[in-house]
């Protein structure tokens, strides 16, 4: 839409313009009759008007004449909207009433989702597989829902939609990625989500079966290793008396009782590795008191042949390094090297210098702590160093208790390496400064006179010193199951180690995938997060966002191990990334004959010449395979076809030695699929994906509420454009006319008197 308006601007608006008008008037008439050239009458009114004319022109300059006009454009928003559907075996199932619940899906896009106008909508398909509806794909074996919520949600952000309906009964037949992951994929993820549950009722006999063991191929003495066991449950009741039995060299280890319902429920135990050796576990599946699924594996318990090396890099002077120096002083497995940032310490330090900017230098460490630096002491190469330290592998911790180093580092680089953010608000709590007590210490001492300015300050209690009480660790579930703040009883059990700190410096948030290991709650009732870690490429970052926690060692009795060990425990923690030894790395110990399967090996530190290694695949019958590897940064990626089913061991060989090895199970392929019995929709699972804030749960009859969830958006551009008319040539010209016209008929026409 067009608009033009003639404008233009007068001291006084109209009144003023047309008094300046008759003012003109008037003086024209005058300057024309009082005129010393006699003329005529007709002479001296053609006079005046010219006159009149030419000063009207200027008096219409005056007036900044303009025309402006005005184009409005207006813009609605549109939203893509993507519709994947589950094409499963449950889903593809046809009910009681011969209707199945893709059917149901179906009639539902038909008559909610084939929206018009402002919407555009894609469909797309999946089971095991994720494709657009235009393109025809055979139905897998296995439905893959969690993972495709953890693939695509990424990618369909990516390709600009707005909002995702996901049409399933939530049943995951594949166990590829588990409920946590896809949970951290919809909270990080900006766009909408809605899933509309198809719950058409479906008949399936009770039965359980392991899907996935997850267990390390080798373990370090007097260490412990975490099992999981996920354990695919169908139509269970509490009378089918299902439960899961895990020993270990035939000693019972526990037994797990299996939840009523449809579903897959995780089993994770840790198991305390005591002997050197190789350990055989078995997982006993019971339904009815009877055996249905037996599935074993082995763990070999070995000793750590290499030392774990920790760098503490401090920016400024610590009381606290003196503590963790005497808790590896007698300890060979471990070398802690102490350094200091450049200017810290005068003259030149001990050893050779350790650049944080330098890759090569950082190499040769499992684990760094950073230590009360500041943010001028970090630059950006030393950040760009750090973050591809902790992609291979390595573990980085950041220590602060000073809120005004806390809010330095927020919004910066180092601080996307770590699982929280910090508050750019410095907290204005009271710190006591150790100079200002050793002054009032010297001050009370009566070594010296009093001042005038000594007494008030004797007075001050503010400005006495005060020994602080410590506070404790308020350790969250995370943190109850961690190892770091766990001792081992002689008897076998355990018991939490809590530690207690005296400052903390204020954290804004956690962020999506950080998992909080301990929390505070300060008088006024708010929460703080004390300690928190998120796996960064291959390695892991932490926070402990505390003092160094020395305080707490002055404050417990000689024989109390406590702080040892949590540093200890925290150290072995994060240097996991960095496996020194050659060690096998596989998803799963049951895998099923037709798959594909993907093994790592990291050849480790101790192999000088990793392209010397040959790897073997040798099936229960003696068969061995000759496996090919491809290289990816520090370890190497194997994709291996099962062809046939059977126990097969994999065997790293350098120099002819077998240096590494793990076995699995390769199950025979039943011709069954998993979800023609898994039929009990698992809307437990989606109820939790819409606790989210971006997520919602709509019925299989409701449509979405459009206005409220994608409300109409208008953008509306104005485009201004202004045309002066008073700066144009025959204006000018018109009104030097006009007075050089008025000059000569007084010149022709009139006589001086």
């Known amino acids: 839409m067009n608009e033009t308006l003639f404008l233009w601007d007068f001291p006084g608006g109209t009144a003023g313009l047309c008094a300046a008008g008759a003012l003109l008037l008037i003086l024209c008439i005058i300057s024309a009759w009082t005129t010393r050239r006699p003329v005529a009458l007709h002479v001296r009114i053609l006079m005046v008007l010219t006159r009149v004319a030419a000063f009207g022109l200027l008096l219409y300059c005056l007036c900044s004449p303009r025309l402006e006009t005005k184009r409005r454009i207006r813009e609605s928003s549109r939203y893509r909207l993507a519709v994947v559907t589950d094409e499963s075996g449950s889903m593809r199932k046809p009910g009681f009433w011969k209707r199945s619940r893709l059917q149901d899906a179906e009639q539902y896009i038909a008559e909610n989702l084939t929206t018009k106008g402002r919407f555009d909508v894609e469909q797309f398909r999946f089971s095991d597989t994720f494709h657009p509806l235009s393109q025809t794909a055979e139905p897998g074996n296995r439905t893959d829902f969690l993972g495709t919520l953890v693939s695509q949600i990424p990618e369909l952000e990516s390709r600009g939609f707005n909002g995702v309906f996901w049409l399933t009964d939530g049943i995951d037949t594949a166990g590829r990625a588990e409920a946590e992951a896809a949970f951290s994929a919809l909270a990080g993820s900006q766009m909408r989500h809605f899933f509309i549950p198809m719950t058409a009722p479906l008949e399936a ?108 890099y401090n920016g400024a002077l610590e009381y606290g390094n003196r503590f963790l120096r005497n808790i590896f002083l007698n300890d060979p497995s471990v070398k802690l ?101 050793g002054i009032v210490r010297l001050i009370t001492s009566g070594r010296r006179r009093p001042t005038d300015f000594d007494y008030p300050l004797q007075r001050n209690s503010e400005m006495r010193y005060k020994d602080h009480p410590l506070r404790d660790f308020v350790l969250t579930q995370t943190g109850q199951a961690s190892p770091i703040f766990r001792q081992r009883l002689a008897d076998g059990s355990f018991t939490f180690i809590i530690p207690r700190f005296e400052d903390f410096a204020p954290v804004s948030k956690a962020k999506p995938a950080a998992n909080v290991l301990a929390r505070f709650r300060d008088e006024t009732g708010t929460d703080h997060i004390l300690m928190a870690y998120q796996n960064f490429g291959q390695g892991r970052s932490m926070i402990l966002a505390t003092d160094p926690l020395w305080r707490w060692r002055l404050k417990t009795v000689s024989d109390d191990p406590s702080f ?79 062809k046939e089913a059977g126990n097969y061991t994999l065997t790293a060989f350098y120099e002819e030695k077998a240096v590494a090895s793990v076995d699995f199970t390769v199950t025979a392929h039943s011709g069954k699929r998993d979800e023609d019995s898994a039929l009990e929709p698992d809307t437990a699972l989606l109820e939790r994906f819409a606790s989210l804030s971006n997520v919602r749960l709509l019925s299989g009859t409701d449509a979405p509420d459009w206005d409220r969830e994608f409300p109409a958006e208008h953008l509306e551009l104005l485009e201004e454009a202004t045309l002066p008319r008073w700066n144009s040539p025959w204006i000018y010209l018109a009104a030097a006319a006009l007075i050089l016209l008025e000059y000569l008929i007084r010149r022709v026409f009139g006589k001086l008197v």
């Open 205 to 312: 006999p009770p039965s359980v079966t392991l899907k996935k063991i997850e267990a390390p191929a080798q373990a370090y003495l007097n260490t412990e290793i975490p099992v999981t066991l996920l354990v695919r449950r169908v139509n269970i009741s509490k009378k089918r008396n299902a439960r899961l039995v895990l020993t270990r060299n035939d000693i019972r280890l526990g037994e797990f009782p299996i939840e009523p319902g449809t579903g897959v429920q995780t089993i994770q135990q840790r198991v305390a590795v005591r002997n050197v050796g190789t350990d055989r576990f078995t997982a006993e599946l019971f339904l009815d008191g009877k055996r249905v699924e037996t599935q074993s594996w082995t763990v070999a318990a070995v000793t750590r042949k290499s030392t774990r090396r920790i760098l503490v």
């Open 564 to 642: 040892e060990l949590f540093w200890k425990n925290l150290f072995s923690w994060l240097a996991l990334g960095r496996s020194c030894d050659a060690e096998w790395q596989i998803p799963n110990r049951i895998m099923e004959a037709g798959d594909e399967a993907e093994f790592l090996f990291r050849p480790g530190s101790m192999l000088t010449q990793p392209a010397a290694l040959d790897f073997r695949m040798k099936k229960e019958n003696g068969m061995e395979t000759v496996l090919v590897p491809s290289m990816e940064k520090k370890r190497m990626r194997f994709a291996v076809p099962l």
């Open 337 to 437: 090297d102490i350094v200091f940032a450049p200017g810290v310490i005068q003259g030149r330090q001990a050893g050779e210098p350790v650049r944080l900017d330098d890759r090569l230098s950082l190499e040769k460490y499992d684990v760094i702590l950073l230590f009360n630096l500041n943010r001028k002491q970090i630059t950006p190469e030393m950040e760009r160093v750090l973050r591809s330290y902790a992609e291979d592998g390595g573990g980085l911790i950041f220590i602060t208790g000073n809120p005004m180093v806390a809010a330095e580092f927020a919004n910066s680089p180092l601080e996307k390496l770590l699982p929280v953010t910090f508050s750019e608000k410095y907290n204005e709590q009271k710190r006591y400064d150790a100079r200002t007590a």
